[in-house]
């Protein structure tokens, strides 16, 4: 889990620098910094929740234990980003864009990538 929380940490704050490094950019096509933000800190809060109950499934003998885990943590990720975006889309509709919505698309892909391959670390270290 440390080494979890220090390769997802490092993501989260290059992630963000490039943010920031990108803010024009992004003004330029109406996206704003905040929400980007937001939205970055978010996943990895809901990715760094996931891992934790994918670990626990990734150390069970037991295939229906490691299934219910498994998925507990893909299901859990997947409402809880859904939620978000739809709670951002109600908040106030005027002020939604494209832009943002395509950076947390891009930020989840990134942030599953990272717990994927953290994940078969942590299952090859176990045989």
Same mark, same amino acid.
């Given at each position: 889990?440390?080494?979890?929380?220090?390769?997802?940490?490092?993501?989260?704050?290059?992630?963000?620098?490039?943010? #920031? &490094?990108?803010? @024009?950019?992004?003004? %330029?096509?109406?996206?704003?910094?905040? /929400?980007?933000?937001?939205?970055? +800190?978010? $996943?990895?809060?809901?990715?760094?929740?996931?891992?934790?109950?994918?670990?626990?499934?990734?150390?069970?003998?037991?295939?229906?234990?490691?299934?219910?885990?498994?998925?507990?943590?893909?299901?859990?990720?997947? #409402? &809880?980003?859904? @939620?978000?975006?739809? %709670?951002?889309?109600?908040?106030?509709? /005027?002020?939604?864009?494209?832009? +943002?919505? $395509?950076?947390?698309?891009?930020?989840?892909?990134?942030?599953?990538?990272?717990?994927?391959?953290?994940?078969?670390?942590?299952?090859?270290?176990?045989?």
């Amino acid at each position: 889990m440390k080494l979890f929380l220090l390769i997802g940490t490092t993501v989260f704050l290059v992630l963000n620098g490039l943010c #920031f &490094l990108l803010r @024009a950019p992004m003004a %330029a096509v109406n996206t704003p910094l905040t /929400a980007v933000l937001y939205g970055n +800190a978010w $996943l990895f809060l809901v990715t760094a929740l996931a891992y934790y109950f994918e670990r626990k499934g990734v150390r069970e003998a037991n295939s229906h234990a490691f299934f219910r885990w498994i998925y507990t943590g893909m299901l859990l990720k997947m #409402f &809880l980003c859904i @939620a978000a975006v739809l %709670a951002y889309a109600l908040a106030d509709r /005027a002020a939604i864009t494209r832009g +943002a919505v $395509l950076a947390w698309l891009l930020f989840y892909i990134i942030y599953t990538g990272v717990e994927i391959s953290m994940l078969l670390r942590e299952s090859k270290q176990r045989r």
